[in-house]
């Protein structure tokens, strides 16, 4: 075959006679590929999760006198359609930043922290794509001390998991342990993506549990904090390694399942729909671990009602529980 002369019509000619408008053309077609990606990162698409057996009921015999509270320390705001696919660039969600104290007779803990007295030098610590603009309210540990509840009374605080957001303040809480996995612990340790705040705190206490117990509502091993039930955490690895979800009840035998960042909003669990691509990429998720969380948390909470199920960052969802120091029993 004949080598096509220079002088001859084509691709590579063209280019040649007309290298701006060859590089406009290649420019708009880059946009549009990226339109349709983004596109359909977006997009409303229900998520096809496995079904799960979450089996009877685990019983729990909680103390009367046992109370959780919700303590909001500020939101951050952000779309809802980089909260869950389908929602509207539109539609503003106020992410909260909230801890939840746990009073039992055997010790108070605290699920969570939220924004701490120094998190806006912490977020200098994250890449500039995690630097939420973020509204600040009182700090778990000045909301404490103002209405003369001792910090040396938390006995420890249950992380559910260690981004920045969920951790904060435990930098203001350093009389109490913080209670992590065995395998939680190794991935802070590591410096794993996202533990840059909790390991820029000094003198962290940690404090190590196994998933010794048996299977809880469809997940495969659980840790039963007092040992009547009242506080469970299972393993939930596929927001971060060290994720879990908090299951609580009260003497009331309302329960709830402090789900961590699971989901980010409750759609996540009534459409169920996932977190966009682009977020869950950055993020480092485990997505077929999502997926199937996601199948468990809804297995139980449509078998047993008495079961609400509160996304760590949907600040309508913590309505379901009184604000300290208020208390629910």
Request: glycine share 8%; net charge positive.
């Amino acid at each position: 075959m004949a080598n096509m002369d220079s002088s001859e019509p084509g691709w590579s000619s063209a280019v040649r006679r007309h290298p701006i408008r060859s590089v406009i053309a290649g420019i708009g077609l880059t946009v549009l590929v990226l339109v349709i990606w983004l596109g359909a990162t977006f997009a409303p698409a229900r998520l096809d999760v496995p079904r799960a057996d979450v089996g009877p009921l685990p019983p729990a015999s909680p103390p009367k006198n046992m109370s959780i509270s919700a303590l909001p320390t500020g939101t951050y705001e952000t779309p809802a359609a980089l909260a869950f696919r389908g929602g509207s660039f539109r539609d503003t969600r106020s992410f909260a930043a909230t801890g939840v104290l746990i009073r039992h007779p055997k010790g108070d803990l605290l699920i969570d922290t939220g924004f701490g007295k120094n998190v806006d030098v912490q977020l200098e610590l994250l890449p500039f794509y995690q630097r939420s603009a973020h509204h600040k309210g009182v700090p778990v540990a000045d909301k404490l001390t103002t209405s003369r509840f001792p910090i040396r009374d938390i006995a420890a605080i249950i992380p559910t998991h260690a981004h920045w957001d969920h951790v904060s303040g435990v930098e203001d809480l350093r009389s109490a342990p913080v209670l992590v996995s065995a395998g939680g612990l190794r991935f802070i340790r590591s410096k794993g993506k996202g533990t840059e705040v909790l390991n820029s705190i000094r003198d962290v206490r940690y404090q190590e549990y196994g998933f010794e117990g048996g299977s809880y509502l469809g997940f495969a091993k659980s840790h039963d904090v007092y040992g009547d039930g009242s506080v469970v955490i299972v393993p939930a690895p596929g927001h971060t390694p060290d994720s879990v979800i908090v299951f609580v009840t009260l003497p009331s035998a309302k329960r709830y399942a402090f789900l961590g960042d699971l989901v980010w909003q409750t759609e996540g669990l009534t459409i169920p729909a996932e977190k966009p691509w682009l977020l869950r990429s950055l993020i480092g998720e485990n997505t077929p671990e999502i997926r199937t969380d996601i199948g468990r948390i809804r297995a139980a909470t449509a078998r047993y009602p008495q079961i609400t199920a509160i996304p760590a960052h949907d600040l309508r969802a913590f309505k379901a529980i009184a604000t300290y120091p208020q208390q629910t029993r």
